[in-house]
Each structure stands twice: as structure tokens, then as C-alpha cells.
């Protein structure tokens, strides 16, 4: 028999682990993305708020192949990436056509995750700032620290003003993570690099559509986020619509005008799915629907996980979170080799460990099995979960030296205006 | 007395260095720049050779400008910044025009440095990469990185060929110490993540017009050097002129075509020299001719030093280094403060403290006084030296880590290809 040969498209946590998974399988295995490195999207708000370097948390995808792979398979490497766009899959044929080479595959596990959504907003798509991607990380920063820099050096205090407020939309651990980080980096020893600049007109304002932060948290801790951010500073509107984003503003479905210099949108994403000739079953946001054992409806040896798939687990959907993508990574990698030996493929069953968003300095909240908890715990915990996770020794030391400074000194690290063209 | 008002314009070396020492002057200093970071230029290349983040050698401007004014004036700044692009220079009236917004001096301190000249090289500012700001610097190392992704999944021999050709033009400092740092990086641990790349097929080729390597420095460094990068496997090319670049190729002016997929332009320079109505005296390469006291000729209120600047010592030019540049700040910050207190300002006198390049891992070249050295020992200093003048203790601890790995390990610590538009 021939060696079997499996595509995996993404290289986020489904598809590195998919790909990490089938590493001794004995199968040749291609891992496709767009990006040389994978990017640990849970830190990305730490970059855009000026505490960590954006390498920090991007991992070349090649490193992280070459160590799992092991040194047995040095001169005859069984996973290879490729450095690509995935353009169209076609199914009939069994093959992945990118911007560079078409690729054919025996089984193909789509992981390409999710994008932003504007939710059908005028102007969000245009003058809103989404924080999905590294580069995007990087550009808000760079608007973040160009706003200090012009507030600073502006004598009308109304375009000071329009400078220094920060309107974040969406209230899920994003957006909370966002604003707890920015107006501590505002607040703290950060701020003595500019003298000039007067904090009193500073106004961040997070506005979230349902009654409660953090809606897929019990509500005992989404009321604790709330009298934190609002202690912090930040001014939080709950049952609150956004009906337009221009250059200056945000509007309100409530027709109040809130004149606002930067909008961070961290309201919605859907499927980032490929395109393909046949049709394929979805769901809301565009997700695919998959039975239960990640394969899609019609296509046996096609699997989806991650944000772009839709799975129910005891009559609910799973939340797009790092965890279910990890445990839909080794479930695909164990169903194929299921498949490749003749058997059936097992569903899957994902196991919560629970769930973790911080605050501030010091502060989190996080809901274990039954046990919610909110202070200094879930906040070292969380802390404790992430370093653990990002790949790569160099990146976890880097991260912890600066994680260190940041919350001891109470000073943020970067402050570079990096032009990003 | 009105306190008097100077303003800088540039924060590299020079410019930096004049505001260091007129923190304690008791003068209103404005210090412009179009970044909000200092750039420590002579690392440059190894961002571009994968071994250093951008970071690392980016300091931001606010931050060296606290440190050095001291807590005394904390809350009222005597030096500060403006991140803004000059636009304009208006001697008479003694103005700055920025596209934020104009500012007056009573004296006014040039250090706007160099920019990259392509010698009326067809072609050449098209297809060829500079390396002398930061984002020259990561777009390059993208570009390097691509080049071997690409390589790595190329079947067609040719095409591979023309990927893996690197074409470095100018044999000075950068040109000498990116084919050094960038032929290590291919043949040292780092090709292990590429373990189809076929290095038969690396290209590496240094290009000068004149008839040895370093021509500043003795003949005997230049012989050293090329023998030490012909050893490493660069093809040097002495007294050979180019003629044109194109997308594809570099046109030799013996009609030799070289097919190469990247062209790195390190051969010329020119001032940076900012926009006057009136008319200023220049040198060679657009460097404004200056007094032995750095004032301009016609306006005694009005200093250039650093790469601006041309002045001659003992009857010769002296050298666009950082040593020049930092040595010419002191000498204007002291010489303004004689002028603010009725006093002639002195002539300025470089000391020399030698010149240091270094080729690769362990080898270098250098001269103190009239003593010349090779190998170990001037690679050894270059690091020390380096290390002893970025700004910042977290940056130099970042790069003698990132050193340590690189030189120890034999790897390169970076590898994202970033996305800079």
C-alpha cells in the first residue's frame, strides 16, 4: 500500500496539534498556511496593549515540525509545510489548490479557523481596528502609542480629547482583556514617558450588546469584571448597540455619539472557510457542520475542527476556545489512523478544564468544573495556563522575564511605533 | 533673560547625544524625529540576518529622555519630544516647519544623517534592498526567509538557483558583515527547518567596485576578510562595477549578468539634508560644509554634525560612523552653551578611537591606533563594544542572550516572516 498522504490546512492550535498528533503515524502529512509561524492568538491583546513583543508569540511553524518530528526522521522528514494561500479544495479530486502548487491528499483536515465579523455595521470594517492577526496586533499598538504621541503635542483640548478615548465593542474576555491592559499601561509608571500629557481627558468605554460581561461565564463573575474595569477607570455601557463606526465616532442604535479616535472591534468573527465547488452544510457564522466525529456529512475523509467547525456537545455548542481546537486535534489525528486501519472513526468528546479571562494586574476571574472564582487566583492561574501552553522555551522565557517586569514595576516594555505599511 | 529654545532635529547618534548633554543646560530642548525610536544603526544587519529582533536595537526616544533628564524635572520637562517629520527650515525667521506644527529656535542643531544613494544604478531603487532603517531591516529579512520557503518547495533547478542566489553590492562594513552573518545562517543549524533545500545551489556574492574589501581600513584587514569569506563560501567580486538591477538579475558593467532573486544595496549614500529656502554651502553627497566649530558658515545659531556634516581632520574627510557622530554632540552642546553665555564656541576635535568589522562567528577585523588585528580578539571587542553603547539595560541583556544562543548554538533565534506592508 501506498504511504497515505494527509493534507492539514492551518497551522493554529487544531492544526499543529492534528499535525503533532500524526507525527509517528507513518503517513506523509502537509501542513499548509499563510504564515511561516503560528500565531498563540490568546496573547495577542498583550501585544496590542504594548506588553509583549509580537515575536514572542508567533512560533515558526518549521521549528515547531522539527522538534516534534524528532531526529529519526532528520533526512526523510514524514510532516512538511508549506508556506502558502489555500485557494480551492476540490473534494471529487482530492486536491488542495494554493497559490503556489496544488497538492493531493488521501485525507484532508480543514483548520483554518475564524475572521473577523462586522456584524453588518456601516464603517466598522473600514475605520474599526480588529485584533485577529499578529499584523493587526501590531497596527493597533502603533495607533494606540501614535494617539499619546499627538494628544500629547496637541494644544485644542477637544481634539486631546477625541485622542485619548478608546472605544472598545464587545464585551466577551477580548475585549475585557483589552481594556483592564490598556488603561493600566495608561495609569501606570508607562505614563511618565509623557509629561505633557493631561490623563483626565482620557475615556475608555466598552460596549457590549447583552446585561452582563463576559456572557459565557456564570453571571457572578461578569458583575465582578464589571465593578473592576469600572474601579480601573473604564466606562462600561451594557445592552448597548453599535449602529455606525465613521472616522471620528461611534453611534449607538440608542442615537447617542460617543466622538472617538480609535474603535477596537472584538464584537464577532465567523468560519474562515475555504472555498469549494461543492456545497457544504453550515451552520450559524458560517461554520461547518460535522457529525460527531469530525468528519464532514459527505465527505468521509474530509475532517473540520476548531472555529470552523459547529459541534453540539449535550445539546450546546462548543465555544471557539484553544481547548476544543487541542482536543479536536489528537480526536482527527486518532480517527484517520482509525480509518487507515479499516476501523470506524470514534466521536468526539471534549473535556472542559474550564474557563479563564484576566482582568488586571492582579485581578481575574475563571469558573472550574462548578467552582467559579474570581481575585488573585484565576489571575496566577491564568498567567500559570498560558506560559505553559505557548510553544517553545525561548518564547516562555522571554514571556515570564516579561510578564515580571510588567506587573512588578507596573511599566509596560514596548513602546515602539513600528512602521507597518 | 527668556530661557533659550533649541531644537534638534534627528535622534540618532548625533542628535541624541546633543540633547544628552544639554539636559543640564537650563535650556527649553525640543528634540524632533520622524520615529518615535532611536535606531542603533550599526545592528541593522543582524535584524536583517535573522539574529536579532527589531526591538532589541529600536529604543524608544521618551524613554532615554526621562532617563537622562532625572526625576528633578519630572514635572517640568526642560527636554521633550516631538514625533513629527520636518518639512521645512526657515533660517531667518527662525523657524522649524513639521507637518504637525511649526516651531521656533534660537539655536538649531542638524543631525538629519544620511540616506541610501543608488548611484544612478538603473533600476537599483526599485528592485534593490537598502538596509538603513529599521523596516529596511525586517522587510529584508522577509524577504530572505521567503526566499528560502519558496526555494524549498521549487521542483524546477533553475528557478531554485535563482532563489538561492543573495547579491550583496558594496564591500564596506555592512556589505562585508551581511554576507558573513547571512552564509553562517545558511550552512549553521538553522537549514535543519529546511530539510529539502538543496544548499549545492546557495549563491552568495559580494560586489565592489574598488580592489579590496574595507577600504578604509588597512590593506591588510581587506585581504584577511576576503580570504576569510571566500573560506565561508562567498564569491567576492573586486573591481567590478554594477550597472543595472533588475527583477531579476544584477548587470555587471563587464556585461556579466547575474541571476539573482535578491539584490541588497549597501554601496552609497548621500546627506539627508532637510529642505531651506535659503542656499547652504555642500560638500560632496549633499553634506553640508561646516566650520571647524560645526556652525554652518552663514548661520552662526545653526550647527550639522554626524552624516550631515562634512569636515575634514589632519586634511582628510572624516568617516560617517556613530564615534564622529556622538564626539560631534558634545562638542555642540558645549558649544552653544558658550555662545548662550557671550563666549566663541571652540573647534571640534575627533579622537580616533579605531575602527572594528566584524566577518562572522569568532572572526573579525580591527584597528586601534596604528595596530591592525584579525580573528578572535576584534570579533570579541565589536561584540563588547556594541553591547557597551546600545541604550538600555533590557536591550542589552535581550541581545547578549540572543548572542550567547547565536554564537554558542551555532542557530538563529528569529525566523517570522512578519507582514509589513
Redesign the interface.
Known amino acids: 500500500m501506498q504511504t497515505p498522504r494527509i493534507v492539514i490546512v492551518g497551522a493554529g492550535f487544531g492544526g499543529l496539534q492534528t499535525a503533532q498528533s500524526l507525527a509517528n503515524s507513518g503517513a506523509d502529512v502537509c501542513l499548509i498556511d499563510r ?3 503560528h500565531t498563540f492568538v490568546p496573547l495577542l491583546y498583550q501585544v496590542a496593549t504594548s506588553q509583549l ?3 514572542y508569540i ?1 512560533y ?1 511553524i ?2 515547531i515540525i ?1 522538534r516534534f518530528s524528532g531526529k529519526r526522521h ?2 526523510k ?1 514524514k510532516t ?1 509545510f ?3 494561500e489555500v485557494q480551492r479544495i476540490d473534494f471529487k479530486a482530492q486536491i488542495v489548490k494554493t497559490d ?2 496544488a497538492i493531493a491528499y488521501d485525507f484532508l483536515v480543514l483548520a483554518t479557523g475564524s475572521k473577523t465579523q462586522y456584524l453588518g455595521v456601516t464603517g466598522a470594517s473600514e475605520y474599526a481596528f480588529p485584533l485577529r492577526t ?2 493587526e496586533a ?1 497596527r493597533l499598538r502603533n495607533r494606540i ?2 494617539c499619546l ?2 494628544a500629547s ?1 496637541e494644544s485644542d483640548p477637544e481634539i486631546r480629547q477625541h485622542l485619548l478615548t478608546f472605544t472598545i465593542v464587545g464585551g466577551g474576555a477580548t475585549g475585557v482583556e483589552i481594556a483592564g491592559a490598556l488603561i493600566e499601561m495608561l495609569r501606570g509608571k508607562f505614563r ?5 500629557l493631561d490623563l483626565q481627558q482620557l475615556r475608555l468605554i466598552v460596549i457590549q450588546s447583552g446585561d452582563r460581561l463576559l456572557a459565557e461565564l456564570p453571571k457572578k463573575l461578569g458583575v465582578y469584571t464589571y465593578k473592576r474595569l469600572t474601579q480601573l477607570g473604564v466606562e462600561v455601557y451594557l445592552q448597548t448597540r453599535v449602529s455606525q463606526v465613521t472616522k471620528e465616532s461611534v453611534h449607538l442604535q440608542n442615537h447617542e455619539i460617543i466622538p472617538t479616535a480609535t474603535v477596537i472591534w472584538t464584537a464577532g468573527l465567523e468560519a474562515n472557510s475555504p472555498q469549494t465547488p461543492e456545497e457544504i452544510s453550515t451552520a450559524k457564522k458560517g461554520k461547518f457542520l460535522v457529525h460527531p466525529t469530525l468528519q464532514l456529512p459527505e465527505q468521509p475523509n474530509v475532517y473540520a475542527i476548531g472555529d470552523l467547525a459547529y459541534i453540539e456537545q449535550n445539546g450546546k455548542p462548543l465555544a471557539g476556545v484553544a481547548p476544543v481546537a487541542l482536543q479536536q486535534g489528537v480526536t482527527v489525528a486518532r480517527n484517520i489512523q482509525q480509518q487507515l486501519r479499516g476501523k470506524s472513526p470514534k466521536p468526539f468528546s471534549y473535556f472542559n478544564k474550564g474557563r479563564l479571562a484576566i482582568i488586571g494586574c492582579y485581578s481575574g476571574v475563571g469558573k472550574i468544573g462548578n467552582f467559579a472564582f474570581t481575585g488573585f487566583l484565576p489571575w496566577v492561574i491564568w498567567l500559570g495556563v498560558h506560559l505553559v501552553y505557548l510553544p517553545g522555551y ?1 518564547s516562555r522565557l ?1 514571556v515570564l522575564l516579561t510578564w515580571l ?1 510588567t506587573y512588578l514595576l507596573g511599566d509596560r ?9
Open positions: 504564515h511561516n509561524y513583543e509580537p515575536e508567533a515558526p518549521r521549528t522539527r532528520q533526512h522528514p512538511r508549506l508556506w502558502a503556489r502548487c499578529l499584523t501590531v502609542l501614535a504621541e499627538l503635542q511618565r514617558d509623557y509629561p505633557t525561548r522571554l517586569y516594555a514596548v513602546r515602539l511605533i513600528l512602521p507597518i505599511y
